[in-house]
């Protein structure tokens, strides 16, 4: 949650950073502030999104060859100016931005109310800037040094950068628990919280650790651990393109990185499937393969969109290693004292590899024992870092807040993580290993197909967008599938969406069924096709709306329902790559012709950094 930019060196700071904020304004749009050194502190913020402070800054000089940059999801504080950041000390010669929650700012809050300091803002950024202050204050100490004070009293995540107007040519920075990524130019210093900022100047780049300080000129970077002792920066190349984080002719992100799934899909599995050779090759998990082939059970932690991922996968894996998996909301997991140990292996699912609930689960779980394995698709993300083992999705950056190609990513590498615990453990004949080599080989073709139907969606959209409610159903694989295509739906159309398993639809929500319901169906092909058929009878019987995702060639299904888009056939494990591609475009066609901000949904970030 939360975008962080800023930039020392010799070119002008502000637009570098004003830049680096709209790409990272997939992390929140509540407000968005840049603080400058221009004849002293400089800070001008605004309510709404980057294009708000863009326009309000037009009338002041901007010239600085400092700046520091925020993109905010509020947490403390209503959405306004004055909770925007970044924040300043009460002597008004500091300036900070911050990611992260303070979880102690309301006692140390009390403490500087005591001391006679006052707060402009409701948030805890206020709080942690005014006490570093403070801290340099009573120790005549230099800033660096009232920081490494204060972090050892602060509990909660961060990450924070500040300015100093009487040391106008240096960045402070530190981190714990959200991420900071320093890009390293040539007389020049770029951060960000992720590096999309970052990539068109510099492919050179330091992920910080946590509990680590930054001291950075334009020509220098310094790393420190919170004991004062230097750190050699681990300066890593940046593999993404700048193409890959703009919209390449689309309306929308959403929609380019729907129709990019083919290639993702491809790329998630290259270098690791050879259908023709009949292998597969996880260089991830290589080692530990054996260890995971014996593990007592299996857990998968997520949230979300990744979530959703995990209960295919448990589908799956159960189906193929016979080992019993479960499927658990991070957010639960952690904080319900799980019987976790030793023999356990713990599978983090995670776009952003940032996600708190997922982080913190897998901490707890580590600690105990247990391997921890992470599909994550963000590279050198925290739950990667965090990891024992784990694969990328390989997905690229996605953008849109809305989770798309990194679900179907996701959904392919968990069956070859799958694949490769059956072949170790000898739980899946030749025969079928094979199969699935072939099957999974040909989704990303199956997916292009799939994509034709565009059209045709968005003909359905237009027919169905003024509903007030939807219903989602599916079956075995296909009950996360409906699950993820109403999530969709809420999240960019603010329309209430559910998903069931539709045998659970006569034990409740029958009772929502009549003519004005929408009841989205996916239908394909699999051992529950059969009862999915009766399902619908019984909706129809109460005059609801069928949209119905069904197989190619299908001809029972298609007289009984209102709507049916046909997707290519595949074997049911990994047939929720393909009918979940439907669903994606039916939710953003609806968003946008009910003229909503699909990229950036109200309320939502796409990096949930706080628990
Ligand atoms: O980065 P992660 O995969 O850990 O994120 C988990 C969820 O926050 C995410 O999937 C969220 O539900 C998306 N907005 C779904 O579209």
Redesign the pocket.
């Known amino acids: 949650m939360c975008g962080i930019v800023a930039y020392i060196g010799q070119r002008e700071a502000y637009p570098v950073v004003l830049k680096g904020l709209k790409r990272l304004e997939y992390r929140g749009y509540d407000s968005a502030g840049v603080a400058i050194i221009n004849n002293g502190l400089q800070v001008y913020k605004k309510k709404d999104k980057v294009a708000a402070l863009e326009e309000y800054a037009t009338s002041f000089d901007m010239r600085s060859p400092i700046a520091i940059g925020h993109t905010r999801w509020a947490t403390h504080g209503e959405p306004c100016d004055r909770n925007a950041h970044p924040h300043v000390s009460g002597d008004g010669k500091l300036a900070m931005v911050h990611n992260g929650i303070i979880e102690n700012y309301v006692q140390l809050k009390q403490e500087l109310i005591n001391q006679g300091h006052v707060f402009q803002s409701d948030t805890d950024t206020e709080v942690l800037l005014h006490f570093i202050e403070e801290i340099k204050k009573q120790n005549q100490c230099p800033l660096e040094e009232a920081l490494r004070i204060a972090l050892k009293r602060v509990v909660g995540a961060y990450v924070i950068v500040l300015i100093d107007a009487d040391n106008p040519d240096t960045l402070i920075a530190a981190r714990k628990g959200s991420p900071l990524v320093i890009g390293v130019g040539k007389g020049e210093h770029f951060l960000a919280s992720d590096a999309s900022p970052i990539v068109e100047y510099t492919k050179e780049v330091v992920y910080v650790n946590d509990y680590e300080i930054a001291i950075i000129k334009a020509d220098e970077l310094i790393l420190k651990n919170i004991s004062n002792e230097r750190q050699t920066p681990y300066i890593q190349k940046l593999d993404i393109e700048l193409a890959a984080i703009e919209k390449g002719g689309y309306d929308h992100f959403m929609l380019k990185e729907i129709f990019e799934q083919p290639q993702t899909i491809f790329d998630s599995l290259r270098g690791r499937l050879d259908a023709k050779k009949g292998t597969l090759t996880m260089g991830g998990i290589r080692e530990y393969a054996e260890m995971l082939s014996k593990a007592n059970r299996i857990i998968i932690v997520?949230?979300?969109?990744?979530?959703h991922a995990g209960l295919i996968a448990e589908y799956v894996i159960e189906e193929l290693c016979r080992i019993p998996v479960e499927v658990e909301y991070a957010s639960e997991f952690r904080y319900r004292n799980p019987v976790v140990g030793p023999g356990d292996v713990i599978i983090a699912?995670?776009?952003?590899?940032?996600?708190a609930d997922?982080l913190v689960a897998i901490e707890s779980a580590k600690e105990k024992g247990a391997i921890i394995l992470g599909i994550c698709?963000v590279v050198g993300s925290s739950?990667a870092r965090l990891s024992h083992a784990g694969a990328y999705t390989h997905a690229g950056p996605e953008i849109g807040?809305?989770?798309?190609k990194?679900?179907t990513a996701q959904l392919a590498v968990l069956c070859l993580v799958a694949l490769k615990i059956a072949s170790e453990k000898g739980s899946v004949s030749a025969q079928r290993f094979q199969h699935l080599l072939d099957e999974l080989e040909q989704t990303s073709d199956k997916v292009a197909t799939a994509l034709k139907l565009d059209d045709q969606v968005k003909a359905i959209a237009d027919k169905y967008k003024d509903a007030r409610d939807f219903l989602y159903l599916g079956r075995g694989y296909n009950f996360p599938v409906a699950l993820e295509g109403a999530?969709?739906l809420k999240?960019i159309s603010y329309i209430h969406a559910e998903g069931y398993p539709a045998a659970e639809m006569k034990h409740g929500p029958i009772a929502l069924v009549d003519e004005n319901l929408p009841v989205v169906i996916v239908a394909t092909k699999d051992s529950y096709y059969e009862k999915v058929v009766s399902n619908i009878q019984e909706i129809k019987a109460r005059k609801g709306k069928v949209i119905a995702i069904v197989t190619e060639g299908d001809q029972t299904i298609p007289p009984m329902a209102d709507d049916v888009i046909f997707v290519p056939s595949a074997d049911e494990i990994v047939a929720p790559i393909i009918s979940v591609i439907p669903l994606q475009l039916l939710a953003y066609h609806i968003g946008v012709l009910k003229g909503f901000d699909v990229d950036k949904p109200r309320n939502?970030a796409?990096?949930?950094t706080v628990e």
């Open positions: 997520a949230c979300g969109t990744s979530w699912v995670s776009q952003s590899g940032e996600t997922t698709n739950i807040v809305a989770s798309t990194a679900f999530l969709k999240e939502l796409k990096s949930v």
